[in-house]
């Protein structure tokens, strides 16, 4: 399985992003999705998770009412959208595959494919 992460960037604060995730397995609806981040000197966090078909979702709270998780199993697709940035959401994104029906979990280490990272800035 291959995950390949785009659309990070340079923000200013308040701005918005749209992190996308292509997934090169089929079908794509047998993996559980999520978001991680890691910041500078930082270990690994969760951000969003997704459950198969999308209809369950979880946040952390950092970024609650801010981010919206959602995925096109059509596209093989899972986005984020990050809405009223803040600097400390600084950090490299990464974009996590974790097979199976357990539901969203929020620690890397269940996760089986990564994808290689892309890189928000927000400055103030």
């Known amino acids: 399985v291959q995950l390949v992460e785009s659309g990070g960037g340079l923000v200013q604060a308040g701005g918005s992003l749209r992190l996308s995730c292509a997934a090169s397995?089929?079908?794509?609806?047998?993996?559980?999705m999520a978001w991680f981040r890691q910041a500078p000197g930082k270990e690994r966090e969760f951000v969003a998770g997704i459950n198969w078909s999308g209809g369950g979702t979880y946040y952390a709270v950092s970024v609650k009412d801010r981010f919206t998780i959602s995925r096109d199993n059509g596209k093989n697709t899972v986005y984020l959208q990050m809405n009223s940035l803040q600097p400390e959401d600084t950090a490299a994104y990464y974009c996590?595959?974790?097979?199976?029906?357990?539901?969203?979990?929020?620690?890397?280490?269940?996760?089986?494919?990564w994808g290689q990272g892309t890189q928000v800035t927000v400055s103030s």
């Open positions: 996590a595959a974790r097979p199976g029906s357990l539901g969203i979990l929020t620690t890397a280490d269940y996760y089986t494919y």
């Open positions: 397995t089929r079908p794509f609806s047998n993996y559980n």
